[in-house]
């Protein structure tokens, strides 16, 4: 069974522009979270969705940040304008609806954003 | 979610069993005891989690206390690649899933 795969690895764009990252969860996942850690500090929730929904989006910052689940598939993270403050490891998750390891998550290998 | 406390590092000697403890004292009786770890460049990996009855799977053991205000998660031979931030969490384990609260963590060296 493919794990959790995250697009890009790496991400270095300059200050004011916009980058898109996607996250492909493991296959059957309705549960899907995006986590980031900036530097230094400890990891920090975005948003989970529920298939297509969001279900809770408290974590996230800002209104820069915009992230979509259409089909309840894969999702994507789209910052912009990206700023400094941005710049971290941002990182994917998902679980399945039900049974016994429902609250089990699974990360991706996260992408390491850089913004100059 | 209830608060948590770890020493921030440690160190164990390869082949040795690690033992890396945590506090939650105020632990509700609905909540159970996570652990997940991050080795450096990768994502957080799931490890082990129970309630009140010690847990073992192939990769680690859980130890909680009978008054459940602490734990003990156990490496029982750790090798070099067990080197990682390990982060032990309490919460809710319910039928509506939800995100995880990542502290600090302890940093476990394994030294050859």
């Known amino acids: 069974e493919a794990g959790v795969t995250q697009f890009p690895s790496h991400s270095v764009i300059e200050k004011g522009q916009t980058v898109t990252l996607r996250c492909d969860p493991i296959?059957?996942?309705?549960?899907l979270y995006w986590y980031r850690r900036v530097m230094g500090k400890e990891i920090k929730f975005l948003l989970h969705?529920?298939?297509?929904?969001?279900?809770?989006e408290s974590g996230m910052p800002n209104n820069r940040f915009l992230a979509e689940r259409t089909g309840g598939t894969y999702s994507t993270l789209k910052v912009q304008p990206a700023e400094l403050e941005d710049s971290g490891v941002y990182f994917c998750?998902?679980?399945?609806?039900?049974?016994?390891?429902?609250?089990?998550?699974?990360f991706g290998p996260g992408t390491r954003l850089t913004v100059l | 979610d209830a608060k948590t406390t770890q020493p921030p590092s440690m160190d164990c000697a390869e082949g040795r069993a690690a033992n890396l403890p945590c506090n939650h004292s105020?632990?509700?009786?609905?909540?159970?005891v996570y652990w997940y770890r991050q080795i450096h460049s990768q994502g957080p990996q799931y490890i082990i989690h129970?309630?009140?009855n010690n847990e073992t799977n192939e990769m680690a053991s859980l130890i909680i206390t009978e008054d459940r205000k602490s734990s003990t998660l156990i490496l029982p031979h750790a090798t070099l690649r067990d080197t990682a931030v390990y982060y032990c969490?309490?919460?809710?384990?319910?039928?509506?899933?939800?995100?995880?609260?990542f502290g600090s963590g302890t940093q476990l060296t394994v030294l050859p």
């Open positions: 998750a998902s679980s399945p609806i039900a049974g016994v390891h429902t609250d089990t998550q699974y």
């Open positions: 296959s059957g996942h309705d549960n």
């Open positions: 969705f529920v298939k297509e929904s969001k279900q809770d």
């Open positions: 105020t632990i509700s009786g609905n909540e159970y």
């Open positions: 129970g309630l009140k």
């Open positions: 969490i309490v919460r809710v384990s319910s039928g509506s899933a939800r995100q995880l609260t």
